[in-house]
């Protein structure tokens, strides 16, 4: 048996990583998730043309804000929005910044 798959997709790895830190770069991202920085760009675009995540340029960087109300995409999910799912995996009870 595989170990390397994971139950969340590079989609969800790379929002919730977002969340946690709007003012992150896509480098860092990319580095923390495990993909290409080419690859981050991609999945960011993707988020923003589904309305999950915007941007803001601030001076020479970008700031992100996760659309936390959207729900999730397949019928299976859709009851539960992306704000319920990060809430659920955030360390702090608090939530995400």
């Not at 770069?25 to 998730?33: F, I, Q, S």
């Not at 760009?41 to 915007?54: C, F, H, M, P």
């Amino acid at each position: 048996m595989s170990a390397k798959w994971t139950i969340f997709t590079n989609h969800a790895h790379v929002l919730f990583c977002i969340s946690e830190d709007p003012d992150t770069t896509l480098r860092e991202v990319a580095l923390r998730v495990g993909i290409t920085e080419r690859a981050t760009q991609r999945i960011v675009a993707e988020l923003e043309e589904s309305g999950y995540l915007k941007h803001e340029r601030r001076g020479r960087r970008n700031h992100y804000e996760v659309m936390t109300d959207v729900p999730l995409r397949h019928d299976i999910e859709s009851h539960v929005s992306i704000g319920d799912i990060i809430q659920a995996l955030h360390k702090d009870p608090a939530g995400p910044r």
